[in-house]
Nanobody
Framework: QVQLVESGGGLVQAGGSLRLSCTASGSIFRFSTMAWYRQVPGKQRELVAA???????NYADSVKDRFTISRDNAKNTVSLQMNGLKPEDTAVYYC????????WGQGTQVTVSS
């Protein structure tokens, strides 16, 4: 059983930055695509960014050039650096393991005030 634990959410003003981190248990982390999703009430969960085992990244158009996903296989950690935050980035952010996610974290709230 894989457990994903997120940290780093919070309240920030528009234009500010936050860094989310997710630590995974288990030995398959380094072989897995890892991703960050987000969800607002009443809407579907959406992919924000993903990073493959080999380090290839993919971003939602809405966050390109503002967010950066990275991973540290030695620490079983994936991070999301979020710069230039906008009120529309407000959501619960989830860490996920797998190209079609098999495991999810509990979520961390990010609130961006205008």
């Amino acid at each position: 059983q894989v457990q994903l634990v997120e940290s780093g959410g919070g309240l920030v003003q528009a234009g500010g930055s936050l860094r989310l981190s997710c630590t995974a248990s288990g030995s398959i982390f380094r072989f897995s695509t890892m991703a960050w999703y987000r969800q607002v009430p009443g809407k579907q969960r959406e992919l924000v960014a993903a990073i493959t085992m080999g380090g290839r990244t993919n971003y939602a158009d809405s966050v390109k050039d503002r967010f950066t996903i990275s991973r540290d296989n030695a620490k079983n950690t994936v991070s999301l650096q979020m710069n230039g935050l906008k009120p529309e980035d407000t959501a619960v952010y989830y860490c996920a393991q797998g190209a079609t996610p098999t495991y999810w974290g509990q979520g961390t709230q990010v609130t961006v005030s205008s």
